[in-house]
């Protein structure tokens, strides 16, 4: 099938204003454990999220990173702190997340500004991860040039032999970002492209509740 012939009908639910919660992190919750108990297929992540950044010029770069928490109002995930998307943040605070869950036919799109987390955080976070992906964080200079496979791998027997029987410390250049959103909307797919557009703006220290035209 060509590329112009590809096309899904989404006719599984619909949403409406009085239907979702006042509070958008409440609703949020809801989506997420719907779309977590639902028949989840092998190869989807429910709290994979796009992540889109900025530089100050205005450049914009996208990549999947991994929701871990929501604390306080804001979603938070964690990665390198010299990373080109640190780099990004660390200029241009103003980022964007996307969650898609394509087996309930619906997305939520938030924007907002983000922040380190406290370093408590990050480390008791990188304390409950999997010792390779412990190994995995104090090994990759994220983002910057390498050799080749084999010098990474290297890294990783050097690493796995220095720390044998031991905690691995949470390395300085790692740890957590937090998003505080602006603007979260939540999109139920619907038949003929009249998907339903539920958006939660701040206002203060309250949220407006808005439909959005699909």
């Known amino acids: ?4 012939q590809m096309r899904k009908s989404y006719q599984l639910s619909g949403l409406h204003e009085h239907e979702v ?5 409440n609703q949020f919750q809801q ?3 719907q779309a977590n108990a639902a028949e989840v297929p092998n190869w989807l992540e ?3 999220m ?8 205005g450049a914009v770069t996208s990549r999947i990173v991994l929701l871990k928490g929501i604390d306080s109002g804001r979603f938070m995930f964690f990665s390198n702190y010299k990373s080109a998307k640190a780099m990004q943040m660390e200029a241009n605070p103003a980022v964007a997340l996307c969650l898609l869950w394509p087996h309930v036919e619906r997305q939520v799109r938030i924007c907002g500004h983000v ?3 406290s370093r408590k955080i990050s480390i008791d976070y990188f304390r409950s991860r999997p010792r390779g992906s412990q190994l995995g964080a104090l090994i990759s200079n994220q983002s910057s040039t390498l050799d080749s496979r084999e010098s990474l791998e290297q890294s990783l027997r050097h690493f796995e032999s ?3 029987g031991q905690d691995i410390p949470c390395p300085e250049h790692w ?11 939540f999109w139920q797919g619907r038949d003929n492209r009249l998907h339903d557009r539920i958006v939660y703006r701040r206002q203060s220290l309250q949220w407006t509740i808005s439909r959005l035209a699909p």
Not at 175 to 185: F, L, N, Q, R, S
């Open 1 to 4: 099938m060509s590329l112009d």
């Open 115 to 117: 922040e380190k987390t």
């Open 21 to 25: 919660h006042p509070d958008p992190f």
């Open 31 to 33: 989506w997420f454990d």
């Open 175 to 185: 740890g957590g970002y937090a998003v505080t959103p602006d603007e979260i909307e």
């Open 50 to 57: 796009t992540l889109s950044t900025a530089s100050t010029n």
């Open 162 to 164: 220095l720390y044998e």
């Open 46 to 48: 429910v709290n994979a």
